[in-house]
């Protein structure tokens, strides 16, 4: 079964940038998406990002021209890419991967934090 692992959160000033790593592991997969998904207190998790095996990308309204999802295939990770970083981003970001097979996979999280 798969794993993931996140890292690259922390405390950023307002505009400021961050790189969210997120790496799969635990045995042999086929990818058919993966993304990220972030939760602030008091909300519902949202889509921010996704990226597909075969390369399409989808970005939510909120992060598009400022958030970038790129992959790794030889290193089975994907990253996320958030520039001109805004309070509102603050969330716990999840990684997220559905993989043939295998079914869903969700990371433990990581903090983003925003300050005015």
């Known amino acids: 079964q798969v794993r993931l692992v996140e890292s690259g959160g922390g405390l950023v000033q307002a505009g400021g940038s961050l790189r969210l790593s997120c790496g799969a592991s635990?045995?042999?997969?086929?990818?058919?998406?993966m993304g990220w998904y972030r939760q602030a207190p008091g909300n519902e998790r949202e889509m921010v990002a996704v990226?597909?095996?075969?390369?399409?990308?989808h970005y939510a309204d909120f992060v598009k021209g400022r958030f970038t999802i790129s992959r790794d295939k030889d290193k089975n990770t994907v990253y996320l890419q958030m520039n001109s970083l805004k309070p509102e981003d603050t969330a716990v970001y999840y990684c997220?991967?559905?993989?043939?097979?295998?079914?869903?996979?969700w990371g433990q999280g990581t903090q983003v934090t925003v300050s005015s």
């Open positions: 997220n991967g559905d993989f043939r097979w295998m079914g869903e996979y």
């Open positions: 635990g045995g042999d997969f086929k990818i058919n998406a």
């Open positions: 990226i597909t095996g075969g390369g399409s990308i």
